[in-house]
């Protein structure tokens, strides 16, 4: 509904104008009436009006003067003028004022709702127009950061056209980085630590977000200068500027507070990939090559380190490893087939200790070749006890996690980094010497630590190292000694020892939820009740029922 101020000196007229037609039937609502331009200003100033009709001749203020001041005020009113047959020589100062139309005395009810309704119309119009405007303009607004992170997206993935003029897209989208000198940097996060955070899909979506901020706010920070942030399906990318004889001090600095950052907010590793400077924004997909390449050699040094390509041999640039380097890794693996057959166990682990050395002190060999190696040793290795004795084979079967190529083969396959690889070939020969002389399994050092965790559980935080440092052994010898001997990893059966103590407590039905999950070592209820729902397939609400209903 529009809002219709009416000014009129005559009473009877400007009675007759609010009587005599149905404004509301197109539209329109009489807020206020006003014998002359002053004391229409008084209602203007309090009341929303769409529309004025105004007569010409009033005391005080006229109807033109009125609409002057209207217009100096920046109001968005439309006006009609209401004039006599001798008045049309205010005719061309009306038209400067932009009234929208005017009304000759005498005229009839039915020729102003006529005129008005043709006014409504147009207002409406107008506003329909004016929003349509506006939320182009607000959708574009919004967009834009979406338009400009595929933009940056497609220039890292594809080479540049000899069409594209690169410069004029990133003035039109807002690029903010600059045209010349470009550095890409790929940003990794340790899949295993956002595992260990997150249970859903979503939860992980969210972290990668949180890490985005972070690397952004921290690196702009450290550069003093915009970056923009390109996030791909496992890492984050960036694009920045700099030569590096006055940017790598920087960029030093940046990548440490990052590393600490992620880790301290989001308790997750990442590790860096950076690129050589660039000429230009054409050669981005180049930068980005080079910072993928670089990154690689997190499979050798592991997570928490960056890489900058002008510094680096790339693994896998060399191409087919050295003769003599293939000749004495052969050496290595036929000494430890020869000691697991032989009985001689302790020259095989060495044996494997060596072969793994190999890998971290060069990088002779890609991460696909090192992966196509250990498939090759473990596959050679795990018929050895079938050929021993039936009994060492059903031993394997039940404890081993690698029997069959296709499992091997996937398990290997997803190791991303060599430490990750050197703790699973060291837990498939723990178990293949296991099975082969069961009675040197080390089952005091387990029985310890559970003990340990039994006194202990109640302790935020207790972590593998806790225990491993109590009992003077290693955390790597510790966690593979779990697996092998309860097959069950650490942390999983702290949780487990943790809810079955809640449980006991749900039972005796006397303490809260949040005061169990004190308890038994949660500070955080929500990080209990989902802990609790993984292990006890319900709720502690819903087994605290169960238990009551039971009894």
Request: hydrophobic share 40%; charged share 25%.
């Amino acid at each position: 509904m529009l809002n219709l101020l009416i000014v009129e000196d005559e009473e009877t007229t400007r009675q007759g104008l609010v009587d005599l037609i149905q404004w509301e039937s197109i539209g329109i609502r009489v807020c206020g009436t006003a014998e002359n331009g002053l004391q229409a200003l008084e209602i203007l100033a309090v009341e929303r009006v769409d529309l004025l009709l105004t007569d010409i001749y009033m005391p005080l203020m006229d109807g033109l003067q009125l609409i002057a001041q209207i217009k100096e005020k920046g109001m968005q009113i439309s006006c009609v003028l209401l004039s006599g047959y001798n008045d049309f020589r205010y005719a061309q100062s009306a038209i400067r004022l932009g009234v929208s139309d005017f009304l000759v005395k005498p005229c009839s009810p039915k020729e102003i709702r006529d005129l008005f309704e043709k006014v409504a119309n147009r207002i409406l119009e107008e506003r329909k127009e004016r929003d349509i405007v506006t939320g182009l303009r607000t959708q574009l607004h919004e967009n834009l950061p979406l338009v400009k992170t595929q933009l940056l997206h497609q220039w890292l993935f594809e080479p540049a056209r000899k069409t594209e003029d690169r410069k004029e897209q990133m003035k039109k989208v807002g690029i903010s980085v600059s045209f010349r000198h470009v550095i890409v940097i790929a940003i990794r996060i340790d899949p295993r630590s956002v595992e260990k955070r997150t249970e859903l899909r979503a939860d992980a979506h969210l972290l990668h977000f949180a890490a985005a901020n972070i690397v952004q706010e921290t690196l702009q920070q450290a550069l003093l200068q915009p970056v923009e942030i390109v996030k791909d399906m496992e890492d984050i990318l960036v694009v920045c500027n700099g030569l590096f004889e006055w940017t790598e001090s920087k960029l030093v600095a940046g990548f440490e507070k990052l590393i600490a950052n992620i880790r301290q907010y989001l308790q997750l590793s990442i590790c860096v990939g950076v690129s050589d400077s660039k000429e230009d924004m054409y050669q981005l997909s180049v930068a980005y090559e080079e910072a993928m390449d670089v990154l690689k050699l997190r499979f050798y040094r592991g997570y928490g380190h960056y890489f900058f390509y002008h510094h680096e041999n790339v693994a896998g640039k060399p191409g087919t490893p050295e003769l003599a380097y293939t000749l004495e890794l052969l050496k290595i693996e036929q000494s430890i087939y020869d000691s697991l057959v032989g009985g001689l166990y302790a020259e095989a682990l060495n044996g494997i200790e060596n072969w793994l050395a190999y890998f971290h002190e060069s990088y002779h060999q890609s991460k696909t070749q090192i992966h196509l190696r250990t498939l090759a040793l473990l596959n050679r290795l795990l018929p050895i006890a079938q050929e021993k004795a039936n009994t060492a084979a059903d031993a394997l079967e039940k404890n081993s996690e690698t029997i069959g190529f296709g499992l091997l083969e996937e398990k290997v396959g997803n190791l991303d980094t060599l430490e990750e690889l050197s703790g699973f070939v060291y837990r498939v020969f723990h178990q293949i010497v296991s099975a082969l002389n069961p009675q040197k399994q080390p089952r005091r050092k387990i029985q310890q630590a559970l003990e340990v965790i039994a006194e202990q559980y109640a302790t935020p935080g207790l972590s593998l190292a806790d225990v491993s440092g109590a009992l003077f052994v290693s955390s790597n010898y510790l966690s593979t000694l779990f697996k092998q001997e309860l097959g069950i990893n650490f942390l999983d059966y702290i949780h487990q020892y943790r809810i079955e103590k809640a449980k006991a407590m749900l039972q005796a039905g006397d303490l809260k939820i949040q005061t169990i999950a004190r308890e038994v070592g949660y500070f955080d209820e929500a990080h209990f009740t989902r802990t609790f729902k993984k292990w006890a397939g319900l709720l502690p609400s819903q087994y605290k029922k169960d238990v009551a209903g039971k009894a």
